[in-house]
C-alpha cells in the first residue's frame, strides 16, 4: 500500500466520480482506476459500489475512509509545519548579549523579531563578556550574539549597529574632579579599578589601550564583571576608571564625575556578531531585519 494509493482513494470518495477525482489529481482516469481495483486486491475487501453516473463508498469503504481521513490532515500539517521550520518561522534561536551596551538594541531586536516571527522560541543569555560570547558562538551554543566588536576568528561574520564613547570616570572627592579637562597622562600614577584582564572583557583592552596611548600601563587593584560594583568602587574612592559613556545613566548614587577623553577617544562598535556557515533559518531571518526602520506598534496594546 503506497501513498499514493491512499490519495487516490480519498479523492474518488470525496468527488463520488473518477473522473472529477482524476481531474483533481492531475491524471487519467484508467491509472485512477486501476490504482483502485490495486488497493482494493491489497486490502481484499470492495471499498465502492459502482454505479452508472457515480460511486459511493461501500460498508467497508466508509469505515476505511473514516480512518484515513485523519491520518492525511496529520500528513498536511506535517509538511506544513516542516515548511515552516524550513522558512525559519518556528524553531529555536539562542541570542547571547553583553552588558550595559545591549540594553538599548537587544530590547528592539527582540520586539522586531518577536512581531515577524511569533512561533520562533527565543533564548537569551546573558549578560556575558565578549569573550564569553566569542566562545559560544564558536562552539554552536549560541546563533548570534550581541557584543562588542571586532571579533578577529575568520569564521566569525558581524555587523555594527553602534559605537561605544569611553570617559574617565573619578570619584568626586577627587583632587582634580573640578577641572574641566582632565588629561589621561595626570593619572598615570593612580589606582585603577576595571574589568576582569584575560577574560575576554573587550572593555578592559579598552581601557588598558586607551592608558597605553597616554603613556603609561594603569595600575589595576581592582577588578569587577559588574558596571555597578565599578561604579561603587569608584564612588568609594577605591580607584579611577575608563568605562562606556553610557555607564553614566547607573550612576543613581552620585559621588562618580565624567570627563571626556577628548576627540581622539577609543571607541569600540557594538553589533551582531554571528557563524556565517548556520545552518538555523531563524538566523537569517533575524539577520534580514531593518532596525532602521521604526517598529510597529502591537494592535492590542494602542
Known amino acids: 500500500m503506497e501513498l499514493r494509493h491512499l490519495r487516490g482513494f480519498l479523492a474518488v470518495a470525496q468527488e463520488q466520480s473518477f473522473t472529477r477525482a482524476a481531474h483533481r489529481l492531475h491524471m487519467a482516469q484508467p491509472p485512477l482506476s486501476q490504482r483502485i481495483r490495486e488497493l482494493e486486491q491489497e ?3 470492495r471499498l465502492f ?3 452508472t453516473r457515480k460511486v459511493s463508498l461501500s ?3 466508509k469505515t476505511f475512509f473514516d480512518a484515513v481521513q485523519p491520518l492525511f490532515v496529520q500528513l498536511d500539517q506535517a509538511v506544513e509545519a516542516c515548511r515552516q521550520a524550513d522558512r525559519g518561522e518556528t524553531g529555536r534561536l539562542r541570542v547571547g548579549y553583553t552588558g550595559r551596551a545591549s540594553h538599548v ?8 523579531f518577536r512581531q515577524r516571527f511569533p ?3 527565543l533564548d537569551i543569555e546573558g549578560p556575558l563578556a565578549t569573550g564569553a560570547l566569542r566562545l559560544a558562538l564558536l562552539d554552536g551554543q549560541l546563533d548570534v550574539a550581541l557584543c562588542f566588536l571586532p571579533l578577529t576568528d575568520t569564521g566569525i561574520a558581524s555587523r555594527s549597529f553602534a559605537a561605544s564613547e569611553f570617559v574617565l570616570a573619578l570619584p568626586a572627592s577627587h583632587a582634580l574632579a573640578e577641572r574641566d579637562e582632565v588629561p589621561l597622562a595626570l593619572l598615570a600614577q593612580e589606582a585603577f579599578v576595571g574589568y576582569p584582564a584575560n577574560k575576554g572583557f573587550h572593555l578592559r583592552d579598552a581601557m588598558d589601550a586607551e592608558c597605553r596611548r597616554a603613556g603609561f600601563q594603569p595600575r589595576v587593584v581592582r577588578e ?3 558596571s555597578q560594583v565599578l561604579l561603587c568602587l569608584i564612588a568609594a574612592g577605591a580607584g579611577v576608571s575608563i568605562i562606556p559613556r553610557e555607564l553614566q545613566s547607573l550612576d543613581e548614587i552620585g559621588g562618580v564625575v565624567f570627563k571626556s577623553l577628548g576627540p581622539d577617544a577609543h571607541r569600540l562598535s557594538h553589533g551582531l556578531a554571528w557563524l556565517p556557515g548556520s545552518h538555523n533559518p531563524a538566523l537569517h531571518n533575524l539577520l534580514a531585519l531593518d532596525l532602521s526602520q521604526p517598529l510597529q506598534k502591537n494592535p492590542r496594546n494602542t
Open 59 to 61: 460498508h467497508a469503504g
Open 119 to 121: 512561533e520562533v522560541v
Open 49 to 51: 459500489e459502482r454505479h
Open 105 to 112: 538594541l537587544l530590547p528592539r531586536l527582540v520586539l522586531a
Open 224 to 226: 569587577s564583571e559588574s
Open 43 to 45: 486490502l481484499g475487501v
